[in-house]
C-alpha cells in the first residue's frame, strides 16, 4: 500500500512539475515600444520616479527574474498593460500640458494614500516604496508646476462675461442633453440641489461647488454616509478662475458637472456609483467615447475606497454639527468614528441659535487670496430664482441673501485644493417692501420700491455684530446684491 501510496504522489509531483515548465511558454506579449517622448522634471525627481513608477508606467518596463516566472508573469504583464494605459510617461509629449499636470496631481494623490505603486508590487520590490522625505520632494516639485491666476484676465473675464449673458438669455429654458456613453441621463436639477462643499482647486485653476440631491442630504443628516444610501447623488462643477486686481477669484466661464449616483446593484462593477460627466461649458458635451469611460472615474476614485469612494467631506447641516455620541453615526465606537470622520464639522454651523443658511441653494461663491477666505453666497428660492433671471428689476420682496464666509484649509483627500475651514462671518440681507429693521437702502440692486435690512455674525462663537456705521452696512448690502450668479446651464 505504501508503495502504491508513493508512487501516486509522484505522479501527481512530476505532472504538477511538467505543467510548471509548459505553462513557461505560454506568454502573453509585452514589448518596450520606442520613446516617444518622456517626462521632463528635476533629476532628483525623475529619479524616484523611475525607481518607484517606470516599471508599469513607461515603456522601459525592468522585470526582476521572479516577474519572469509563470504564472507571476502573467499578472505582472496584466498590470503593466493596465498601468500603460493609465500613464505612460514614455508617451508624455501626446498629452497637453494641463492633462500633464493632471496626471502628475493624480499620481501623486495615489501614492500619498499608497494605493500606488500597488502593494503586492511594494512587497516583492523593496526598492519601490516611496518615503515620505521623497514624497515632499515630489510634492516641492508640483508647487512650481501651478500657474498663479493673473490679476486681473481681461481675456478670462470677457469670456466668462459673454457666457453668463447668454445663459441669463437661454438657460432657464429646457433643452435636450445627450446622455452620457454609458446611458446615465443628465439631470437638469441639479442646479437646485444643496451645496455640501466648495473647493478652489490651484492645481487645475478651477473653482468648484458639490451640490447633494435629498436623498444625499437625508443621509448626511443622518449619519448614514459611509456607505452612502441608493440614490443619493451629487453634483460637482467646475468654474474657470477669474480673477480681479482686488486678487479675489470668481467663477468664470463654466467649464464642466459631473454626477455620482448610488445604486449598489445597478451599478456593481461600477464600485455601486454611476459616473457621468458633461463638459465643453454650456454645450454640455457628453465625456467619453465609449462606456469605458467610467474606469478613468474609478480609478481616479479608488484611493477614497474607505469613504465609498467620495472625496468630499460634506458639510454637516443639522441645526447644531457638534454633536457626538448621539447615536446618529451608527453603533459602536467603530462605526461611530468612521462616519463622523467623513464630516468638514470644522466648517460646519455649531451654533443651533444662529439662523442656518447652510442648506439654501447656492447663488455664487467666491475666494479671497488676500485674506486666505472663500465663501458662498446663498438665497432663498425667491432670490436665487431672481438672481438667475438677471439682468431685471434685481431682487423683489421677500428675497434673503446670506454670505457664509470661511478660512481656508487644504484638502487633507486631494493635494492641489483647498476646502473650507472654520467659519468666519455670516452675513444676511433680506428684501421688504418696506422698511421694518437694520438699514435703509435701495438701488440697482433691488426692486424697485425694495428696502433691505442687515445683519452678521462674528467671531467664535458666532455673535451677532451691533452698532455698525450705516456706511459699512450699505456697502456690504451693495456688494451682496451686486454678485452675478455663477453660470449653471
Request: with cysteine; proline share 5%; charged share 25%.
Amino acid at each position: 500500500m505504501k508503495k502504491k501510496s508513493s508512487g501516486k504522489w509522484r505522479m501527481v509531483l512530476f505532472f504538477v512539475l511538467l505543467c510548471g515548465v509548459v505553462i513557461q511558454f505560454i506568454r502573453p506579449r509585452l514589448d518596450n515600444p520606442a520613446v516617444s517622448g518622456d517626462l521632463q522634471a528635476p533629476p532628483e525627481v525623475k529619479r524616484i520616479l523611475k525607481r518607484a513608477c517606470y516599471d508599469c508606467h513607461s515603456n522601459e518596463t525592468k522585470l526582476a527574474w521572479f516577474d519572469r516566472l509563470e504564472p507571476a508573469y502573467w499578472l505582472v504583464a496584466q498590470d503593466v498593460r493596465e498601468g500603460r494605459k493609465v500613464l505612460n510617461f514614455s508617451l508624455w509629449d501626446s498629452l497637453t500640458k494641463d492633462q500633464q499636470k493632471g496626471k502628475l496631481f493624480e499620481a501623486f494623490n495615489k501614492i500619498t494614500f499608497k494605493e500606488m505603486p500597488l502593494k503586492q508590487y511594494r512587497l516583492l520590490h523593496a526598492g519601490a516604496t516611496i518615503t515620505g522625505d521623497e514624497q515632499a520632494v515630489i510634492r516641492d516639485y508640483l508647487s512650481t508646476l501651478v500657474v498663479p491666476v493673473k490679476y486681473p484676465d481681461t481675456t478670462r473675464s470677457k469670456a466668462a462675461g459673454e457666457q453668463y449673458e447668454k445663459w441669463i438669455r437661454t438657460g432657464m429654458a429646457a433643452r435636450e442633453v445627450a446622455p452620457a456613453p454609458n446611458g446615465i441621463a443628465f439631470i437638469p436639477d441639479y442646479k437646485d440641489w444643496v451645496a455640501i462643499s466648495a473647493t478652489e482647486r490651484f492645481d487645475n485653476g478651477t473653482l468648484r461647488a458639490i451640490l447633494a440631491n435629498d436623498q444625499a442630504l437625508k443621509a448626511i443628516r443622518e449619519g448614514h454616509v459611509n456607505p452612502w444610501p441608493d440614490g443619493a447623488a451629487f453634483a460637482k462643477i467646475a468654474w474657470d478662475q477669474s480673477a480681479d486686481s482686488a486678487g479675489i477669484i470668481r467663477p468664470g466661464v463654466f467649464k464642466q458637472v459631473e454626477f455620482m449616483i448610488k445604486d449598489s446593484r445597478k451599478y456593481a462593477d461600477a464600485d455601486g456609483w454611476g459616473w457621468a460627466r458633461w463638459v465643453k461649458g454650456a454645450q454640455l458635451a457628453p465625456y467619453g467615447k465609449d462606456a469605458l469611460f467610467v474606469t478613468e472615474c474609478m480609478n481616479c476614485h479608488k484611493p477614497m475606497q474607505d469613504r465609498d469612494f467620495v472625496f468630499t467631506s460634506p458639510l454637516d447641516l443639522s441645526a447644531k454639527s457638534d454633536r457626538a455620541g448621539d447615536g446618529r453615526e451608527g453603533e459602536g465606537g467603530d462605526a461611530h468614528a468612521k462616519v463622523r470622520d467623513i464630516y468638514n464639522r470644522e466648517a460646519s454651523l455649531r451654533d443651533s441659535s444662529v439662523f442656518n443658511p447652510l442648506a439654501w441653494k447656492v447663488i455664487t461663491s467666491f475666494v479671497d487670496k488676500n485674506h486666505h477666505t472663500m465663501s458662498i453666497l446663498y438665497g432663498n428660492d425667491i432670490a436665487v430664482l431672481a438672481a438667475r433671471l438677471n439682468p431685471g428689476p434685481g431682487y423683489p420682496a421677500g428675497s434673503v441673501l446670506s454670505l457664509v464666509t470661511w478660512s481656508r484649509k487644504e484638502d487633507r483627500n486631494w493635494y492641489g485644493g483647498s476646502i473650507p475651514a472654520a467659519i468666519q462671518s455670516i452675513e444676511k440681507v433680506t428684501c421688504e417692501p418696506e422698511m421694518l429693521s437694520g438699514s435703509r437702502f435701495s438701488n440697482g440692486g433691488l426692486a424697485k420700491g425694495v428696502f433691505a435690512s442687515y445683519e452678521s455674525y462674528a467671531g467664535s462663537p458666532l455673535k451677532k455684530t451691533d452698532g455698525q456705521d450705516s456706511v459699512v452696512i450699505l456697502k456690504r448690502i451693495a456688494d451682496l446684491v451686486s454678485r452675478r450668479a455663477s453660470v449653471l446651464p
